[in-house]
């Protein structure tokens, strides 16, 4: 059973940092790619980051760029996203996700759609 579990989330102050962490298990495919998601109240689900697990390349949204940073770890099949620089508009239930690869052409994309297994979600909360 693919299983896909974030941890991190918390309540900081504006200008602090964060470090999620998304655990995966169950993966049965070889080639995939870890998203993040965040979905604030009243605003649908935002791609943040995204990275393969083949190479470690990483793909990151605008409102990400210079301030958020994707990982992982190979041996904990564990993938993080370090948030710094936090802002009020950052706060939302922040998602991972998987994204199964198949072929050889590969292109990160941040769409809902595009990916197939969900975590359950961890809140951030930033305060002003």
């Known amino acids: 059973e693919v299983q896909l579990v974030e941890s991190g989330g918390g309540l900081v102050q504006a200008g602090g940092s964060l470090r999620l962490s998304c655990a995966t298990s169950?993966?049965?495919?070889?080639?995939?790619?870890i998203g993040w998601f965040r979905q604030a109240p009243g605003k649908g689900r935002e791609g943040v980051s995204c990275?393969?697990?083949?190479?470690?390349?990483?793909y990151y949204a605008d409102s990400a760029k210079g301030r958020f940073t994707i990982s992982s770890d190979n041996a904990k099949n564990t993938v993080y996203l370090q948030m710094n620089s936090l802002q009020p508009e950052d706060t939302a239930v922040y998602y991972c996700?998987?994204?199964?690869?198949?072929?050889?052409?590969?292109?990160?994309?941040?769409?809902?759609?595009?990916?197939?297994?969900w975590g359950q979600g961890t809140q951030v909360t930033v305060s002003s």
């Open positions: 169950g993966f049965t495919f070889d080639s995939y790619a």
């Open positions: 996700a998987a994204r199964v690869l198949t072929g050889n052409y590969y292109y990160p994309v941040l769409t809902r759609y595009e990916y197939d297994f």
């Open positions: 990275i393969r697990n083949s190479d470690g390349s990483t």
